[in-house]
């Protein structure tokens, strides 16, 4: 059993068009995460839930919009899709969000916008 | 200024060799120290964590962290193949788990 889990994998889109990346982790951890990995391959943090509550939010476009319907699921929806937007979405999760806490990574999503 | 730097090499060592990876980080209030292993297509996977000064050795690993001069290293002993991969630094502080990481080390083993 996948212990995080992304879906899709790999999503080729149009620019302009609306897309969403679904993620669930089934080891009944608090905290979940997206991540954003780049072609230079720079992972930077981009949102943290907390038992559904929002408790990071980076400097990302509002046409990123998390949603977390519970503590087990974390999906990301994508408006308006941009060039610049290609890169692989790591969905991630910890027991909890303070600092000391193991952060699990699923597979990645590799999104390519044409 | 990159608050967490690494080297991104190429660093090439012969197999059985000591891999010797380093990170620096800007922020002195950071608390726990990471480094995980990234394969080519494939996600991070954490290798050790140390949040107190000095060694932490586990099997072939060893991390060592000295937070008055800012840097965390990690030692790979008899370094394998299958050890080839890019190694990320990653730090955090504050209350929340915001891990900010380094732009990885690629590292290459050679038979």
């Known amino acids: 059993d996948t212990a995080v889990s992304q879906t899709p994998k790999y999503l080729v889109t149009q620019m302009g068009n609306d897309k969403s990346i679904k993620c669930e982790q089934n080891?009944?951890?608090?905290?979940m995460y997206w991540y954003k990995q780049d072609s230079k391959k720079f992972l930077k943090i981009m949102f943290s839930?907390?038992?559904?509550?929002?408790?990071i939010n980076e400097t990302v476009p509002n046409r990123f919009s998390p949603k977390s319907p519970d503590k087990a699921h974390l999906n990301l929806h994508i408006n308006s899709l941009e060039l610049g937007d290609s890169a692989v979405y790591f969905c991630?999760?910890?027991?909890?969000?303070?600092?000391?806490?193991?952060?699990?990574f699923g597979e990645g999503s590799w999104l390519t916008v044409v | 200024q990159k608050e967490v730097e690494q080297n991104s090499g190429p660093l090439s060592v012969p197999e059985g060799a000591i891999a010797s990876l380093n990170c620096t980080y800007s922020?002195?209030?950071?608390?726990?120290f990471f480094w995980y292993r990234q394969y080519s297509g494939k996600s991070p996977e954490l290798i050790m964590s140390?949040?107190?000064?000095g060694d932490k050795e586990d099997g072939r690993f060893t991390a060592q962290l000295n937070k008055a001069s800012q840097y965390v290293s990690l030692l790979i002993r008899d370094s394998q193949p299958s050890d080839s991969a890019t190694y990320l630094c990653?730090?955090?502080?504050?209350?929340?788990?915001?891990?900010?990481f380094g732009a990885g080390t690629r590292l290459a083993v050679h038979p």
């Open positions: 991630a999760s910890s027991q909890e969000g303070t600092v000391r806490n193991t952060i699990y």
């Open positions: 080891l009944g951890h608090d905290t």
């Open positions: 839930y907390n038992n559904k509550e929002l408790i």
């Open positions: 922020d002195r209030g950071s608390q726990s």
């Open positions: 140390i949040y107190s000064n």
């Open positions: 990653a730090v955090a502080g504050g209350g929340y788990n915001k891990l900010i």
